[in-house]
């Protein structure tokens, strides 16, 4: 089997469909109007924001994209968030990261792959002393909002304090959505790290290059990788993990490995990819010597089989050889040259801090 270690991540990425971007930015969207409404579904008087917009078909598509988004994993599927700046506010609209993974690769455990998403950030020059309470309302627990369209219906000269309410007209055929919590932050310190406001609130591209490199540096973070690499292996063969650490013959075996200088995840690990490669049909085989393909082997293995337990983990030899091939994947992944010979990459990995529980390997 060649190496492999789930405590990083393969190479894959998302992006989000942009044309809600498209067409938010078609719609003319000129104000924010503001409110209260009736909400049959939480039987109760919420606050309402309002986009008003020139060109109310766009507005339409915009807005049943999101609820195309909402009805496929919920309300919280469409973040909206607000920034004050100046006199005025930012407002962006766009998907949540957790949802839109949850619709591209679903809860699959084997994969974290690189996000791209698209925020529609609108500026607002002034600010309505309505949106003061509505900030207070999004301090709750629960604090829903209605979030709507209107097509503005007003004289070309428009108002310097916004459109009036007779200005306004609802658009039929376009959903009122309702929002779980609609964030307002006061100032740029408050907006969070993957919030899609985070390039206005911190626009210099030295901040957000930093941020970038200090996310990338996290997940290569020994606590992440482990983190990742139990629950990858988990997910991969549930049953084989639970042996391993329950079953008292293969506790005696795992024991024995490790005064060897081995942690027990390198083991585990190694165990798991040996079990995958028996367990994987002549043909297919080939395919694992690139990553790609293994991970898509992968994300169509279930764990079927009833292996004679007493017999797994007994060819010691094949099973340090993976922990070598494992040892050098991981170390490639990270940045690392990765050694030749077992010690070495041991040497490596330690000082590294991925093995906390290792003593010096043969």
Not at 108 to 122: A, E, R, V
Not at 157 to 172: N, T
Not at 293 to 308: G, Q, S, T, V
Request: charged fraction near 20%; glycine fraction near 6%.
């Amino acid at each position: 089997m060649p190496g492999a270690d789930y405590g990083v991540d393969r190479p894959t990425a998302i992006m989000t469909a942009p044309d809600f971007n498209d067409n938010l930015r078609a719609a003319n969207i000129m104000a924010c109007a503001y409110g209260e409404m009736w909400n049959a579904e939480v039987d109760s008087v919420l606050p309402v924001l309002t986009l008003v917009g020139m060109k109310p078909d766009f507005l339409t598509k915009a807005f049943l994209q999101f609820k195309a988004w909402m009805d496929a994993t919920g309300p919280d599927a469409l973040k909206v968030e607000i920034l004050y700046s100046g006199a005025g506010y930012y407002i962006g609209f766009g998907p949540d990261y957790h949802h839109a993974l949850w619709r591209t690769v679903g809860v699959d455990q084997l994969s974290n792959p690189m996000y791209w998403g698209i925020t529609y950030i609108k500026t607002i020059d002034t600010r309505n002393p309505l949106l003061e309470r509505l900030a207070r309302h999004s301090k709750h627990p629960v604090a829903p909002v209605i979030l709507s369209a209107a097509r503005y219906k007003g004289p070309d000269q428009k108002s310097p304090v916004g459109p009036r309410p007779q200005d306004l007209e609802h658009i039929a055929d376009c959903p009122d959505l309702l929002l779980l919590n609609l964030p307002i932050y006061k100032t740029p310190g408050e907006v969070p790290q993957f919030s899609g406001l985070i390039s206005v609130a911190h626009p210099s591209k030295e901040s957000l290059s930093h941020s970038r490199d200090e996310f990338d540096q996290q997940m290569k973070s020994a606590s992440s990788v482990l983190l990742a690499r139990e629950r990858r292996l988990s997910a991969l063969m549930p049953i084989t993990m639970h042996m391993l650490r329950s079953f008292a013959p293969l506790q005696a075996k795992i024991d024995a490995l490790a005064k060897d200088g081995i942690s027990r995840w390198q083991i585990e690990q190694a165990i798991v990819n040996q079990r995958l490669w028996s367990l994987t049909p002549q043909p297919q085989r080939a395919r694992f010597q690139n990553a790609k393909d293994r991970y898509k082997a992968l994300e169509n293995f279930m764990e079927l089989d009833d292996p004679n337990w007493e017999s797994i983990a007994d060819d010691h030899e094949a099973i340090i050889k993976q922990v070598l091939r494992d040892a050098r994947a991981l170390l490639k992944r990270l940045g690392i040259n990765a050694p030749s010979t077992l010690a070495e990459c041991q040497a490596e990995l330690m000082k590294l801090g991925h093995l906390t529980d290792a003593g010096a390997a043969t």
